[in-house]
């Protein structure tokens, strides 16, 4: 049948057209029934045979595309690993350069070498011949670092904890680098110095930033962590640091997962690769501090102290020595200016070195520092077109710097350069004489001057010095010379070198105090970073405590307490305001009182200092008074003294009184225009009033 299939032909041939089993007949029928049996039977293994023919090829097939799709799964697979790959290798670029993940090189460690003693005596001499010969010093160190190799390494831990102490300008970094690297150089460490300056983490606002920067510094290559000014950090943080110092791990308050480099946090969440402690992971551990071991000991707790393995203090320079580090600044000055100059540079007699080692008996950065401001003013000769080859320089009879190019006539090198501004103190004094009145006030401002100048010769003499206390409490009526007077004083203390800057930030509560929990203290350590060389002076200095509800004024007093005590050599605070108010302020810290010794009471004005400051005023402003006015003037300051002079004994009575003067005349000059233009009479003052 056309288009049947073998089974129809089968079942035709079983049962007949129409469905009809062919064997139901007689027996007749039966050889016809079998040879159609044995017929159908061939058709049904023919069918069978094509049927698994149909079959295998099927499974060819099927296999042939299951190859295939296993062939590209297979370079889908290879294609994905080869960009995670990459994608990995970028993000290992990326936290390297991060710091948060060594190169390969350098995560390595450095095979110690197999002498180890013959290795820290060639560190020794490569150190001691950087160190100009501070053979305690330089001793110390070595023995500090020396000790983990001696002693052996505790997992984790870190592999020393030194104290480095010794006041500031004595070489304490320098020393230390120059240790670290002489030990690299002999293949005993693997890298450098990482620097923290704790400084900058001085309120809750940065610990964050402060915890980035140390996982980095932990994380990164130098086998040296050096952290300075820990007395301005905050608590928070020199928690952490106490940690890994005694235990080598510390706990984290939340998790952090590293992304792009940086510490993210996930709270208290679990998340894969999650970072909730810190390791010292086997640094030395290095704090400069001048107080030594017993002031850290205050400030990251006794458990600190006892973990130190080694201080080392760095004592003050010898005259030998500063002679010897001149020296090595010139010859670098002699170098430098041949280099970028072109010039030949010669040193004439010893005196010179002196008087660079002079220098730095005030710290030996003051030395390089000198050094610099020379080599300063040879650039500026070259500038304003000098010619020369040769340039001698020796000392001159008044401390200068002279210099002689080309063997011609002396000159001062350093004249060329613009003087550093400095207040005149004499115009300073002249501009305070002239304030009406305040003599008591102005009799203790000046009294500075010879505190701060006996306290500097005894440290010329090798004496012990006590730190003069400059912060201030200016209480009396509005009005009375407060502001003036605080501005006249960081002029007068920039003029006698107390300070460097000498400007006034005059603030309020509002400049102070946040808005919202954790802004007062960054507000208020901002304001203490601007004034830092001048005076801070808060005017109703009692608005910041408002009871002991007012949370946010008692933190900025806390945190400008504490600004105070980190700053004590680069600020002065003023506070003013009336005096009763200003006594219940005191009471809201206890450390407030102790840092304001000097309590100035600014009294009212009397009649006669209102009538010199109106005749003042107005001569400032091109105007003069008749003889007529004095004893009207005089009388009805009196007068306004008599009825309240809490309220009109200020100089606000006296300005406004020649408001008033001025512009009455200015009605009558209307009238009268012939009359002197400068000039205020009895008429127009309003003194009935």
């Known amino acids: 049948m056309a288009g049947s299939t073998d089974w129809e032909d089968l079942m035709n041939g079983v049962f007949g057209p129409g469905g009809r089993f062919r064997g139901g007949a007689g027996a007749e029928k039966r050889p016809a029934v079998d040879e159609d049996f044995a017929a159908a039977q061939k058709k049904l293994e023919e069918a069978a045979g094509r049927t698994q023919a149909a079959a295998g090829a099927a499974r060819k097939t099927d296999a042939a595309r299951l190859l295939q799709n296993s062939e590209e799964l297979t370079k889908r ?140 510094a932990l994380a990164g290559p130098d086998p040296v962590l050096a952290f300075e000014n820990a007395e301005q950090c905050h608590p928070g943080c020199l928690s952490l640091l106490a940690q890994l110092a005694v235990s080598g791990s510390a706990r984290l308050a939340s998790r952090y997962v590293l992304q792009k480099g940086l ?132 000392a001159g009879e008044g401390g200068q710097v002279m210099a002689a190019f080309d063997g011609g006539e002396q000159t001062d090198l350093l004249a060329v350069l613009p003087g550093e501004y400095t207040a005149d103190l004499e115009e300073v004094k002249a501009e305070m004489d002239r304030i009406i009145g305040l003599d008591e006030v102005k009799d203790y401002v000046l009294r500075l001057e010879d505190a701060i100048a006996v306290q500097r010769r005894r440290a010329a003499a090798g004496m012990k010095t006590a730190g003069v206390s400059m912060h201030m ?107 009763k108010e200003m006594e219940e302020f005191l009471q809201a810290n206890s450390g407030l009182r102790s840092r304001f010794p000097n309590k100035i009471e600014f009294p009212d004005y009397t009649g006669a200092e209102l009538l010199a400051i109106t005749k003042l005023t107005a001569k400032g402003k091109g105007y003069k008074l008749t003889q007529d006015c004095d004893g009207p003037l005089l009388a009805f300051y009196d007068r306004k003294q008599a009825e309240n002079a809490a309220e009109n004994g200020n100089g606000r009575l006296a300005r406004n009184t020649l408001e008033a003067a001025i512009l009455n005349q200015g009605r009558r000059l209307a009238a009268e225009p012939d009359a002197a233009l400068d000039e205020l009479r009895l008429g127009d003052f309003e003194l009935d009033q």
């Open 77 to 216: 697979l290879e294609a994905q690993s080869r960009e995670i790959s990459r994608l990995g290798q970028g993000l290992a670029r990326e936290m390297e350069q991060d710091g948060l993940l060594t190169p390969a090189q350098s995560r390595a460690a450095v095979p110690a070498p197999k002498n180890t003693d013959a290795a820290f005596e060639a560190a020794a001499k490569r150190q001691q011949a950087a160190l100009v010969g501070r053979q305690e010093l330089s001793a110390a160190l070595l023995a500090a670092f020396r000790r983990p190799f001696v002693l052996g390494e505790a997992g984790e831990k870190p592999r020393n904890v030194i104290v480095l102490s010794g006041k500031a300008g004595r070489g304490r970094h320098f020393a230390l680098t120059q240790t670290v690297q002489a030990l690299k150089d002999e293949g005993l460490l693997a890298g450098g110095v990482a620097w923290m300056d704790l400084a900058l983490y001085g309120s809750p606002a940065q610990e964050k930033l402060f915890l980035q920067d140390l996982y980095a």
């Open 263 to 394: 510490l993210v946090e996930t709270g208290t969440a679990l998340a894969p690769g999650a970072v909730g402690s810190l390791s010292a992971g086997g640094k030395y551990l290095v704090f400069l501090c001048p107080g030594g071991k017993n002031k850290l000991a205050g400030l990251l707790g006794a458990a600190f102290a006892t973990a130190v393995g080694d201080e080392c203090e760095a004592p003050a320079f010898s005259r030998e020595e500063l002679l010897t580090i001149a020296g090595r600044q010139l010859n670098e000055l002699a170098c430098k200016t041949k280099e970028r100059l072109g010039w030949t540079l010669t040193v004439t007699g010893e005196g010179l070195a002196a008087l660079v080692a002079q220098k730095g008996e005030a710290g030996v950065g003051r030395l390089a520092e000198f050094c610099e401001k020379c080599f300063a003013a040879l650039a500026e000769h070259k500038l304003r077109g000098r010619k020369a080859a040769a340039v001698a320089l020796k």
């Open 473 to 579: 409490i200016f209480t009396g009526n509005p009005g009375t010379g407060k502001t003036t007077i605080a501005r006249l004083v960081g002029k007068y203390l920039k003029a006698i070198g107390a300070l460097s800057g000498g400007q006034l930030v005059e603030v309020s509560r509002a400049d102070l105090v946040g808005r919202y929990v954790g802004h007062t203290a960054p507000l208020t350590q901002k304001v203490i970073q601007s004034a830092l060389g001048g005076v801070l002076f808060i005017d109703e200095a009692y608005s910041l405590y408002r009871g002991e509800q007012d949370t946010f004024g008692l933190e900025a007093i806390d945190t400008l307490v504490k600004g105070m005590e980190d700053h004590r050599d680069e600020l002065v605070v003023i506070l003013a305001g009336y005096t």
